[in-house]
Structures are given as C-alpha cells and as structure tokens.
C-alpha cells in the first residue's frame, strides 16, 4: 500500500516535472497562435534558450540563467516576427529555417566555447522549493507543491494568461487579430504590433522552458537536448484548444507519458526498450491530433499570411 | 533563367558573409577555415569526384521530395524520417538476402531500392492519412514520424537488425557483391547518381508535360479553384504527391545505405530530411534545380567537414548557412512580391 503510495507520488511528481518546460513553451505558443501566428521555431527557441541559460548561470547566477534564457528566446523570436509578421513571409518555412538556424548557431557556440570533446558541463541547479502547508498533503502535496520555483510560475500564468485574454481589452485585441485582422483594424488595433508582441512572448517562454531544461532539471547542456519539446507544444495547444488552461492540462497529460518509464521501471518491466518510452510522447503527439484536429476550431486567420482579403 | 542564377549568386555571397561573420564572432580565422572548406570541396580529385557529389546524392532525392510536396502544396517536412525508414528497409531486404546466398545480385539491388521506395511511401502515407481522415496539420505529424523514426531505428539496431556479434548498434554489413555499382574507378561515385538525375528530369518533365502534373500544380497553386474550376479531384492528387515524396525520400535512403554506408546505425542521417528543404527551396522547387542546388549543398557539407578536421572549426556551422539560405530566399521572394515585380517561375 504505501509502495503503491510513493509510487503515485514519483509518477505525479515526475509528471509535474516534465510538464514544466512543455507548459511554458506551449501558454507562449498558445497566445501567439491566438494572434494568428503558428511558429514551429519555438523548438529553436528552446534551445537557444538552454545555452543562453547554461551560460549566464556558469557566469553569473543561476537566476541569471532564467533571465538569459528568456532572452536568448525573445532574440531568435524577433528574426521569426522580423519575417512573419513584418515582411509576411510563409510561417511555417520561416518556422523550419529557424530550427536549424538555432540548431546550428547553439552548436557552433557550444562547440568552440566549451570544445567537441563534451566535458561534462555543469551548471547550478535550482532545487526544489517545497509550499508550506500545501506540501504536507498526502500524494498530491509532495508531487504539486515541493518543485522548482518555475513550476510554481506556470501554476499562476495559466489562470493570469486567462484573465489577460478574456478579461481585458488588450486580450480581446489579441483574439480579434487572430480571427479577424481587418476587424481588429477596424477597431484600431495594430495586428503587426499585436502579433510582434504575441511572438516574442512566445520567444520568452520557450526561452524560459530551455532554461528549465537545464538549471532545474539536466543540470548541464546537451545539443538538440529540446527533442522536439517545440513541436509538441504545438499538440499540446490544439489539445488545449487554444485556452492557456486546457494548455496546462493537455501539458500534464504529455508529462505523464514521458514519466511512464519510471512506473514500468519500478514495476520491473525491464524487458521493454527504452525507444518505445522514449517514442511514447511523439506517438501520443499523433494519436491527440488525430482526435483533437476534427473537433478542435482553430483561430481562424491562424498561419494566414497576408493581413487583408484580397 | 539568367535572373535566377544571378539572384541565387548574390544568396550565396550573403550567406557566405553571415558565415565569416559567424566564424569571426566564435574566434575562428576565417581565411585558413575558408580554404579548408574550398578544398574540401573542390580542392581534389577525390573532393570531386567524392566528397561533393556522393553528398549531393541524398540531398538531391530527399529534395525532389520535397520538391514534389510543396508544389502540390503539401509541407512535407518528414524527409528525414521517410528517408530512415526507406534505408531500414533496404537494410532488412539486404539481411535476408544475405541469410540466402546465390541470389541474383542485381534482383537484391533493385529489391532493396524498391523496399525503400515503398517504406518511405508508406511512412509518408501515415501523415497522409492523418491529414485526410482528421484534418492533421502535416508539419506537425511529419515532424513526429522524423522522432519515431530515429527511435525505431534505433530500437532495430539494437534488437532484431543488430549484427551477429551483438557489439556494436549497429546492422551487419553488406556484402560488397550488393554494393551499388560504382562509377568511376577508385573513387565513391556510385550509381546513386544516375538516379537521382534520371528521377529528377523524369519530375520535371513529368510536372510540366503532362495532365496529372498539371492538376498537382494546380492544387499546389489554388486548390479551391482547381476544386471548382477545373473539377480537379483534390484530396486524391493531394494523396498521390504526399506518397510520391515519401517514396523518393525513402529512395533516398536505400541509396544511401547500400551506396555509401552499407550498414544501419542510429545516427545514419546528418540530417539530410532538413537540409533537403533548404535544397528544394533554394531550387525554387525546380526538379532540375534541385539538381544543382544538391551539388551546391554536397560541396558546402564536403566543405564543412574538412573545414572541423582542418581548421578546427564545428562544422554544425553548416546548418546556419543553410537556413540563412533559406531565410534569404524567402526574403528575396517577399522583396520582389512587394515591389510587384511577382511573375511567378
């Protein structure tokens, strides 16, 4: 009984874990897709938010780490708002070019300052901090509530990303861009500004979420460590239908699935590859969007390019 | 035609400058790097007739794939992936082959491209079902097929594909009666190549010449009017591109195994699924320019690759060069859309 208690509670608790960085990149894919933008760099964004971090917190600080982060995010997110939402070029393209890009740039940077060889980096680490009080509830107390401080900022972006999107007149310009722009113009809002700020927020969260990757949770940087945490924020938000708390759920539900190693593990299951784990989430990705895509509505001037009907 | 080469030159100089600007920034001398690179490239008979062109094979099949679904519309993105399932293929078809010797060794050859055909147009075919039945937007599964890809693969090289010994991840090697033919004596220059321009005017001609290459630019143009005007049946011809480039994607990869590396492992793609995107748009999603556009990538990899080993110089820098072109050709194609001077190729 209580082995099948502390069981529950490492699998909540992983969960929480994994579905840190996938909740902060996908509440940032999930305004920015309310402005109409879909931008499949995120998952550069995410990387270059790691070195940004791996860098500033061996140098400074480990908040320092977070802020830089953000802005290693918000840095490759303006070159992608520079040519979505400025010149109106194909997001999708612009999307794939700056995945690579990032790819390439963290890489190089990697490489020549820290060399090919791959000393084990390590960076400082934020532990957990543990709720007074709430973390004391039996199950969910020590899996919600004794986690990095960044799990804690999600717990309240969710609700406050709520509020700011349908609750405040700043929001409803948001949505209105993301549906329909010519009336947003009609109203006096600025759909390019409006999608600027939407894609660079996004920047800062994706940013945010690499971040997490490496000062709460890996403790060191790895290439290509964001393994497609990018495109599933993606699902995640169709899943969500596009509501920044359906987002934080569907973002549990992938957290869950990347934790299931730890149940079978423990269980002994040790004759099932570790690819079928490690494919679980793309698999889970795919099986979501095929339920989700008939019923969910997107925005619907989503990846339009061109501001105005012709 | 003149226009295009000149535009695609003047692309190339500006990404050559965001790489000095890369190199310098990283504390790399740009002139030895440079000069690797070039030599690595061009520099040698064997950098001619092996490093750039054996490069450009992949990147050239991988990109008419790409080719093929952007024309008709389609963001196949999954190159990569059909790629690996095309090259596993190739590689169970050669373990089979080789459990039961005296085969006909041309029968094996065709059989394995042919595995890898079918593999890569069945991956494809996953995405596009999802896209037809359920409305799944393609970059998303396709991206997807690309990870589960990687971990099948890297499941089969450990399981049921891995080589007797059962010492390193990797597949048994093929035989070298089962080799691709090579071209040139005493160089790498493999058959691949005949393919890949053989398969590449067969698109082209195939696109401009005949009536279903037609309605696939259709669809790829305006898919409601093609619907409506030209009574064009657009999920089948949307289902017929999205097979044919996870078909020649797959190609690609049984090519590449049983041209070039005659073995499966895990990290048996450098990523040519991606980088045939960069190809396919800098062609300007032309089959024959995806021609030279291939070349023009074999040489920057067979560069970049010379560039670590003698200049010390990572050579993911490739990668930025790469999306730095296909930034700049988006850019190029936005500027003359804006100044109105958009007569489409």
Redesign the interface.
């Known amino acids: 009984m209580s082995d099948a208690l502390t069981l529950g509670t490492d699998f909540l608790e992983a969960s929480v874990r994994f579905a840190t960085p996938l909740a902060l990149a996908s509440l940032g894919e999930c305004v920015s897709e309310r402005a109409g933008v879909i931008n499949?760099g995120l998952e550069g964004a995410i990387i270059c938010g790691a070195l940004g971090a791996t860098v500033a917190a061996g140098a400074v600080g480990v908040g320092f780490g977070f802020a830089a982060g953000a802005l290693a995010g918000v840095a490759i997110a303006a070159?992608f708002a520079l040519?979505t939402v400025w010149?109106?070029?194909?997001q999708?393209?612009?999307g794939?070019?700056?995945t690579?890009?990032a790819?390439?740039?963290t890489?190089?940077?990697y490489?020549?300052?820290f060399g090919?060889s791959g000393v084990a980096l390590s960076t400082p680490t934020i532990g957990a901090t543990a709720v007074p009080g709430l973390s004391a509830i039996p199950l969910l107390g020590a899996s919600l509530f004794e986690q990095p401080v960044v799990t804690y900022l999600v717990y309240a972006l969710g609700p406050l990303i709520t509020w700011w999107m349908f609750r405040t007149h700043a929001g409803l310009g948001l949505r209105a861009v993301g549906e329909r722009p010519q009336a947003a113009i009609a109203a006096g809002v600025s759909p390019r500004l409006t999608q600027t700020f939407a894609v660079l927020f996004a920047g800062a969260m994706a940013g945010l979420a690499g971040a997490t990757l490496v000062l709460a949770q890996a403790g060191t940087f790895v290439?290509e460590m964001s393994?497609?945490r990018g495109?599933i924020a993606?699902?995640i938000v169709v899943l969500g239908r596009w509501h920044p708390m359906g987002v934080l759920a569907a973002s549990l539900l992938f957290g869950a699935a990347q934790s299931l190693d730890t149940v079978f593990q423990s269980m002994g299951w040790r004759e099932v590859?570790y690819?079928?784990f490690?494919?679980i989430p793309?698999?889970m990705?795919?099986l979501v969007?095929?339920?989700a895509?008939?019923r969910a509505r997107a925005p619907a001037a989503l990846g339009q390019r061109e501001l105005t009907e012709k | 035609m003149i226009r295009v080469v000149v535009q695609t030159l003047v692309l190339l100089a500006v990404a050559l400058v965001t790489l000095v600007l890369?190199l310098l920034a990283?504390?790399?001398a740009p002139g030895p790097a440079l000069s690797a690179m070039a030599s690595g490239a061009f520099g040698s008979s064997y950098a001619l007739l092996s490093a750039t062109p054996v490069r450009a094979i992949p990147l050239a099949l991988a990109g008419l794939a790409v080719a093929i679904a952007f024309r008709a519309g389609i963001?196949n993105?999954g190159a990569e992936g059909q790629l690996l399932v095309g090259a596993t293929a190739a590689a169970c078809v050669a373990a089979l082959a080789m459990a039961s010797p005296g085969l006909p060794a041309l029968l094996v050859i065709v059989a394995m491209l042919a595995a890898g055909t079918l593999a890569g147009g069945l991956w494809a075919g996953?995405a596009a079902w999802?896209r037809a039945?359920?409305?799944?937007?393609e970059?998303?599964?396709t991206?997807?097929?690309n990870?589960?890809a990687h971990?099948?693969v890297?499941?089969l090289v450990?399981?049921p594909l891995q080589e007797p010994t059962r010492t390193n991840p990797q597949s048994s090697t093929l035989v070298e009666a089962l080799h691709l033919p090579v071209l040139v004596e005493g160089s790498r220059l493999h058959a691949g190549l005949l393919l890949a321009i053989g398969l590449a005017v067969l698109a082209w001609w195939w696109l401009r010449n005949t009536a279903s290459g037609f309605r696939l630019r259709a669809v790829g143009g305006n898919a409601s009017a093609a619907a409506s005007a030209g009574r064009v049946n657009v999920p089948r011809v949307v289902a017929g591109a999205f097979l044919t480039s996870g078909a020649l994607a797959g190609v690609a990869g049984a090519v590449q195994y049983s041209g070039v590396t005659f073995a499966m492992y895990e990290n048996f793609s450098p990523g040519y699924g991606?980088k045939a995107?960069?190809v396919a748009?800098l062609a300007r999603l032309n089959p024959l320019g995806v021609l030279v556009a291939a070349l023009l990538f074999g040489a920057l990899e067979a560069g970049a690759n010379a560039m670590e080993r003698d200049a010390g110089?990572?050579n993911?820098?490739?990668?930025?060069?790469?999306?730095?072109l296909?930034?700049l050709v988006?850019?190029a194609?936005?500027w003359r859309a804006r100044t109105g001077n958009s007569t489409r190729e």
Do not use: C
């Open positions: 499949i070159l040519f010149m109106r070029a194909d999708i393209i612009t794939t070019a700056i690579l890009l790819a390439g740039l890489g190089t940077l490489r020549s300052t090919v290439e393994s497609g495109f993606i699902a590859p690819q079928l490690l494919a793309y698999l990705t795919l969007l095929a339920f895509s008939a | 890369l990283t504390g790399h963001l993105v996953i999802l039945r359920f409305g799944v937007l970059v998303i599964s991206i997807m097929l990870l589960i971990e099948l890297g499941y450990r399981g991606y995107i960069a748009l110089v990572p993911v820098v490739v990668s930025v060069v790469e999306a730095a296909i930034l988006v850019a194609d936005r």
